[in-house]
């Protein structure tokens, strides 16, 4: 049987992205951006899934998110470690896909890394 969900309304088909990266790779990545990605009114845009499986193949999808929500906090695992309670081991095995995050560590990393604790189930 089909249930309803919440989802997100949104009007538009891309998502922002922030990256922090050394200064020198700006330009690098921006070309490698634009080679992937075309620009407005562009046919060939490819949705985040395809992008997603193309990329990060064999990696689950809240190990992924689990990296990148504490990079764009510029975090380090250990930093992580000491706001959530988590041993850092933990966070490295859940980042590699090696270690389920349960709904309630889900709940407090969302809660440090400022994300919806959905992701990381």
Do not use: C
Request: glycine share 6%; proline share 5%.
């Amino acid at each position: 049987m089909r249930a309803l969900t919440k989802k997100r309304h949104t009007d538009q088909e891309r998502v922002s992205l922030h990256l922090l990266v050394h200064p020198a790779n700006v330009e690098r990545i921006k070309r490698y951006a634009a080679s992937i990605e075309p620009g407005e009114g562009e046919e060939g845009a490819i949705p985040v899934e395809e992008f997603f499986h193309k990329h990060f193949t064999g990696q689950p999808e809240w190990a992924v998110a689990l990296r990148g929500y504490r990079t764009r906090e510029n975090l380090t695992q250990a930093r992580l470690a000491e706001a959530t309670g988590i041993p850092q081991r933990h966070i490295s095995e859940m980042e590699n896909g090696k270690r389920p995050i349960g709904k309630e560590r889900a709940r407090t990393l969302a809660r440090v890394l400022n994300a919806d604790y959905r992701v990381f189930l």
